[in-house]
Structure formats: C-alpha cells, structure tokens
C-alpha cells in the first residue's frame, strides 16, 4: 500500500503563494488518483484538489479553482499542489490522500482509503 507524506507547509502572508509536495513512501503513486484535503480548527474537512490516476483529470472546489493548481511528477513519485493568491481562510492544516484507480471527481466525495499526517499552512493578513 501506499503511504503518502506532505511537506512545504509554513506561515505566508495574504497574497503569497506556497506549494505543497506528497511523496509516495512504500511504493509509487502508479494507479492511484491524490486528492488535498484540509481542515481549519473548529471545522470539517473540506476537499481542496485532486488529480486523476491515469489521465491527469483535476478537479477543484469553486473556493480554489483558478488559485490552487494540483500536478504529479509520476518519476518523482510526488503529487503537488500549487496555492497561489492565498487568503487567510486558506489556513488549515492540509492532507494528501490516495486511493486506487478513482476518478478525480469522485476522489472529492470519498472518504479515500490512504492517508498523510498533514502539514500546516498558515495565512496571516
């Protein structure tokens, strides 16, 4: 099974950009669709971004699209995820997940089945 592990998170200001990474640890991401998710304190975890195994279909949330972009490098064995134009109400600790072989689309309504440890981002105004 696949393990994904996030990093590049930190404190920006308004307006900055920041990109996160999600290694696959254990083996590659071959066959499996990523997905960023994010939860800010006090709130449900919300779906950010994912891409698709097999085709590179992406799909966003209408609160990112056209600021987040989401691409994987499969000979890096790294999914990342590109925050432009940040706000403060980006600020949230941020999850890459992974399943197999789901589309893009329903990789935003599942619970998917592997799951990293998270990486906090910060936004100040």
């Known amino acids: 099974q696949v393990q994904p592990v996030e990093s590049g998170g930190g404190l920006v200001q308004a307006g900055d950009s920041l990109r996160l990474s999600c290694a696959a640890s254990?083996?590659?991401?071959?066959?499996?669709?990523v997905a960023w998710f994010r939860q800010a304190p006090g709130k449900e975890r919300e779906f950010v971004a994912a891409i698709s195994w097999n085709n590179g279909n992406t799909h966003y949330p209408d609160s990112v699209n056209g600021r987040f972009t989401i691409s994987r490098d499969n000979a890096k064995k790294t999914v990342y995820l590109q925050m432009n134009s940040l706000k403060p109400e980006d600020t949230a600790v941020y999850y890459c997940?992974?399943?197999?072989?789901?589309?893009?689309?329903?990789?935003?309504?599942?619970?998917?089945?592997?799951w990293g440890q998270g990486t906090q981002v910060t936004v100040s105004s």
């Open positions: 254990g083996r590659t991401f071959s066959g499996y669709s």
């Open positions: 997940a992974a399943d197999f072989r789901l589309s893009a689309q329903t990789m935003s309504v599942v619970r998917p089945s592997y």
